[in-house]
């Protein structure tokens, strides 16, 4: 089975611009989640998106908006890039939004796409 | 607001040596706790996790414990390999399910 798959794996961005980045979960996964990693930081949390509904937001500025498709993909948009929004950003997919007592819902990772903004 | 640390920051080891790497949060009314694993430019690997209810959890030479009243955790390898060098994160899942906290990670490597 595929994992988590990201597009693109790097991309090039001047201030000002704006960026569209997307996820294709792991079959059967209904939650997705955002997270930026910047260097030598573990990442922090943007998004959470279930049945297509946003479930959680991180401590991150309304230029960065996400959706969910039916078919449980997901693009994570943002606006007016700042040179600070260069990062790693990773999308996670996980079985269920909350995870049910004894239940294992492991996050599984897709490898990133590199953003720099010059 | 919860917060996970990891010490150490970077660790350099021989081949075959067995070590710990520990994870911290100050909030212990977590929901489970994952392990993961990331290589250079790449993403994370899911390597274990722990339930809230669960004492540790193990997979071949990995070991992973959890107290959470003391708000610790540790990541044992056995008979580390230089194919073991990595980055090694923890993150905690908090009781409402919507994301994980991350530590900062600990650098390992592994010489051969």
């Known amino acids: 089975d595929a994992g988590v798959t990201q597009s693109p794996t790097h991309l090039i961005k001047t201030r000002g611009q704006q960026v569209t980045l997307r996820c294709s979960p792991i079959?059967?996964?209904?939650?997705v989640s955002w997270y930026q990693q910047v260097l030598g930081q573990g990442p922090q949390f943007i998004f959470q998106?279930?049945?297509?509904?946003?479930?959680g937001r991180g401590n991150f500025p309304d230029r960065f908006s996400a959706r969910q498709f039916p078919n449980y993909s997901s693009e994570l948009n943002v606006n007016a890039l700042l040179l600070g929004d260069s990062a790693l950003y990773l999308c996670?997919?996980?079985?269920?939004?909350?995870?049910?007592?004894?239940?294992?819902?492991?996050?599984?990772f897709g490898n990133g796409t590199r953003l720099t903004v010059t | 607001k919860q917060e996970v640390t990891q010490i150490p920051a970077a660790l350099s080891v021989p081949e075959g040596e067995n070590l710990v790497l520990n994870c911290s949060f100050t909030?212990?009314?977590?929901?489970?706790l994952q392990w993961f694993r990331q290589d250079p430019g790449k993403g994370l690997t899911s390597l274990l996790l722990?339930?809230?209810?669960?004492r540790e959890q193990t997979s071949g030479r990995l070991n992973a414990s959890l107290d959470k009243s003391s708000g610790r955790s540790t990541l044992y390898i056995a008979a580390s390999q230089p194919g073991d060098s990595a980055t090694y994160l923890c993150?905690?899942?908090?009781?409402?399910?919507?994301?994980?906290?991350f530590g900062p990670g600990t650098r390992l490597s592994v010489l051969p």
């Open positions: 993150a905690v899942r908090d009781n409402y399910g919507q994301n994980f906290v």
């Open positions: 079959s059967g996964h209904k939650s």
């Open positions: 909030d212990s009314a977590i929901y489970n």
């Open positions: 722990i339930q809230s209810s669960q």
């Open positions: 998106y279930y049945e297509k509904e946003e479930r």
């Open positions: 996670a997919s996980s079985l269920v939004r909350t995870p049910r007592w004894g239940m294992d819902s492991p996050l599984h």
